[in-house]
């Protein structure tokens, strides 16, 4: 899969002002059409989740089970917001969890 990330304030801005959020226990996803071929991914990690280290083994936890389970969803902006639980989850509770919340996305169902 290959996407862009969101990189800017603005970006991120508009994702959750004019977009529509799930969420679970460890994760909450907003998500916006954007009108284009792309996928773009944002990832928002609170130090409330631990040091840099913890943080950034969530993203990468987070990006590794999204690149595998939902390979061909384009055309959205998505952000994925990490609660401070999902500091102790491993890599299969991630991807039960990406999987609830993209179950009740309808435009997952869609696009696949």
Do not use: C, W
């Amino acid at each position: 899969m290959i996407f862009t990330s969101l990189k800017k304030p603005s970006e991120f801005a508009k994702v959750y002002k004019r977009g529509k959020s799930y969420a679970d226990r460890n994760i909450v996803v907003y998500y916006l059409p954007n009108n284009t071929d792309d996928l773009k991914i944002g990832f928002s990690i609170s130090k409330k989740v631990g040091n840099a280290v913890v943080r950034n083994r969530v993203r990468r936890l987070i990006k590794e089970a999204f690149r595998n389970e939902f390979p061909i969803l384009m055309g959205y902006d998505i952000v994925f917001v990490a609660r401070v639980r999902s500091s102790q989850a491993d890599y299969h509770e991630i991807t039960k969890s990406l999987k609830f919340i993209f179950k009740r996305i309808d435009i997952f169902n869609k696009k696949v």
